[in-house]
């Protein structure tokens, strides 16, 4: 050793190392982010009609067609100012069906409509569900946060079960 030199200087190997592991943690720790900030995007496109129910128009309407990628029926108003309308329509789910009654809000300036209710809420934030368990895979893999990734996972899935029972 050189007397000149610290006895604690680090090797060029040790770091890039360091660099590298930056690199890698700035990268995917991005990548969640990025993830689930697009599963908010999704969900509060829908949510915020369903959460945010001041002042808007809520109803029932009773599904009386169905075509490939709507439904449609009669809307009957429940709250103050809200119109009866001879159509508003519905997204066409697995969750909706000819013949029944669904709790609605009508979005405003035309004649969608999407559920209400806690069904209509945990309905609205599946894309957040969806979004979760992929970005506890890149938790896991990319930045090595096991448990973080197990919650994440976890709350994706409790979710995404949610909706299923719910709708």
Known sequence: MIPAMPATAPSPSRASAVVLRFGRFASMGTVAVLILIAGVWASWGTAQHVMLTKGREQGTV?????????CWGRFTPLSEGSQPRARVVLEKSVAVERGRTYTVVVKPGGD?????????????????????????????????????????????VALLTAAFVAV
């Open 62 to 70: 009773e599904v009386a067609r169905c075509g490939p990628d709507t």
């Open 112 to 156: 969608d409509a999407v559920r209400s209710g806690p069904a209509g809420v945990v309905y609205a934030w599946v894309p957040l569900g969806g979004a979760l368990l992929l970005a506890s895979v890149v938790v896991a893999g990319g930045l090595l946060r096991t448990r973080l990734a197990w919650v994440m996972a976890l709350s994706g």
